[in-house]
């Protein structure tokens, strides 16, 4: 399911640097770990959703792509985003 236009649009003001800064690995973070609680409560409903969890392991690993570019290139903005979305345990 796509993220609603009001939705995305507050992740993309909270993380990005201004309302149009939708490339940046902060935002794109956000985006899919919005992406990723909806699938997860989704496969919580329908455990034999198959195709759905092959989705949101693609996800989980793109986010994983995304946060390991953040963290070499600024830590300090990797921090800020592992702890807005409570990630990392």
Do not use: C, W
């Not at 794109?28 to 989705?55: F, M, S, V, W, Y």
């Not at 690993?61 to 953040?70: A, D, E, G």
């Not at 990797?78 to 409570?86: E, G, H, R, W």
Request: no cysteine.
């Amino acid at each position: 399911m796509p993220i609603a236009k009001e939705e995305k649009k507050k992740i993309i003001k909270k993380f990005g640097k201004d309302e149009y800064d939708t490339g940046s690995a902060t935002v794109q973070i956000a985006l899919l770990t919005h992406r990723i609680l909806e699938l997860t409560e989704h496969l919580k409903l329908h455990k034999k959703d198959k195709h759905t969890r092959r989705g949101l392991v693609q996800l989980v690993s793109q986010r994983k792509k995304f946060m390991k570019y953040l963290v070499r290139i600024d830590a300090k903005a990797y921090m800020n985003v592992v702890k807005q979305l409570s990630l990392r345990g």
